[in-house]
């Protein structure tokens, strides 16, 4: 009887790139649709001992996902839910953040998260993780699925399926693949909307520590700060430019100590006048 793996994850997270190298590693067909007949040219052999499918369904719902669900090993893998949000705004060809995030609202994206969170797959990668130490990651997963593995077999697949060698081939479903992408897009009112709506499963994930990381985002609509770069929402106009008020009385502090009547452009106070 042929054996299912099953690779789970929400649309953008690299669910088609695991389930490629899930297929390769495992010498399996890839059926990435139930209504698709299984691919096999994303492996290097072909055997009938295991069948590679990918879903984008809960974990709750995965028997209603089209394939048979009964007995199969389950993979899960997840992404920063910030560049999960970037990839789907140019995947989608959205207009603005907010449209993407009304589009992973639409498709349940928080419940998803939770429920695979709470109940997890056989094996749980990241899409970073799978970045950083891939081939180590593909060794494990075969380790824990079938009880052996082999790294140089690791090794292989990841080079071969390296996110660089197929994103020209497959430029409609690989984009960039780049980690951290959401800093350089994100401003301070989209960050404080998405935590927001998604705060909690980055917290849940560990992608976040606390709920104010938005506040070090750029505010187009705000001054930062000539000394440390960051948003100012108070603070003061110096001779020098402006000051957020940590970078003031630091500065202050120095100029004082330093028997300088100037230091941060502003007048510096001296104690004992």
Same mark, same amino acid.
């Given at each position: 009887?042929?054996?299912?793996?099953?690779?789970?994850?929400?649309?953008?997270?690299?669910?088609?790139?695991?389930?490629?190298?899930?297929?390769?590693?495992?010498?399996?067909?890839?059926?990435? +649709?139930?209504?698709?007949?299984?691919?096999?040219?994303?492996?290097? #052999?072909?055997? $009938?001992? /295991?069948?590679?499918?990918?879903?984008?369904?809960?974990?709750?719902? #995965?028997?209603?996902?089209?394939?048979? @669900?009964?007995?199969?090993?389950?993979?899960?893998?997840?992404?920063?839910?910030?560049?999960?949000?970037?990839?789907?705004?140019?995947?989608?060809?959205?207009?603005?953040?907010?449209?993407?995030?009304?589009?992973?609202?639409?498709?349940? /994206?928080?419940?998803?998260?939770?429920?695979?969170?709470?109940?997890?797959?056989?094996? +749980?990668?990241?899409?970073?993780?799978?970045?950083?130490?891939?081939?180590?990651?593909?060794?494990?997963?075969?380790?824990?699925?079938?009880?052996? *593995?082999?790294?140089?077999?690791?090794?292989?697949?990841?080079?071969?399926?390296?996110? $660089?060698?197929?994103? $020209?081939?497959?430029?409609?479903?690989? #984009?960039?693949?780049?980690? @951290?992408?959401?800093?350089?897009?994100?401003?301070?009112?989209?960050?404080?909307?998405?935590?927001?709506?998604?705060?909690?499963?980055?917290?849940?994930?560990?992608?976040?520590?606390?709920?104010?990381?938005? #506040?070090?985002?750029?505010?187009?609509?705000?001054?930062?700060?000539? *000394?440390?770069?960051?948003?100012?929402? $108070?603070?003061?106009?110096?001779?020098?430019?402006?000051?957020?008020?940590?970078?003031?009385?630091?500065?202050?502090?120095?100029?004082?100590?330093?028997?300088?009547?100037?230091?941060?452009?502003?007048?510096?106070?001296?104690?004992?006048?």
């Amino acid at each position: 009887m042929v054996k299912e793996l099953l690779i789970a994850g929400f649309p953008r997270s690299g669910t088609t790139w695991m389930a490629r190298m899930t297929a390769d590693l495992f010498n399996a067909p890839l059926q990435d +649709n139930p209504k698709n007949d299984p691919l096999i040219h994303f492996s290097r #052999r072909i055997s $009938d001992e /295991y069948i590679v499918r990918k879903t984008h369904h809960e974990s709750i719902t #995965r028997r209603k996902s089209g394939y048979s @669900g009964g007995g199969c090993q389950y993979v899960y893998i997840n992404r920063d839910p910030r560049d999960v949000l970037v990839s789907i705004k140019y995947f989608k060809h959205f207009g603005s953040y907010y449209d993407a995030m009304g589009y992973m609202n639409d498709h349940n /994206y928080t419940r998803f998260m939770m429920d695979w969170w709470a109940k997890g797959g056989d094996f +749980n990668i990241s899409y970073e993780r799978l970045h950083e130490s891939g081939a180590m990651s593909l060794y494990i997963m075969k380790k824990m699925l079938t009880g052996k *593995s082999s790294m140089d077999d690791a090794n292989e697949v990841y080079d071969r399926h390296k996110f $660089d060698n197929w994103k $020209d081939k497959y430029p409609g479903t690989m #984009r960039e693949g780049t980690l @951290g992408q959401w800093k350089s897009v994100f401003d301070i009112y989209i960050g404080k909307e998405f935590e927001r709506q998604f705060g909690q499963v980055m917290l849940n994930y560990g992608y976040t520590q606390h709920s104010d990381w938005w #506040r070090e985002l750029p505010d187009p609509n705000g001054i930062l700060c000539v *000394s440390c770069g960051i948003n100012g929402h $108070d603070g003061l106009v110096t001779h020098n430019g402006y000051l957020c008020w940590d970078c003031y009385e630091e500065l202050e502090s120095k100029a004082f100590h330093d028997g300088q009547r100037k230091g941060s452009g502003a007048p510096v106070r001296n104690i004992n006048e």
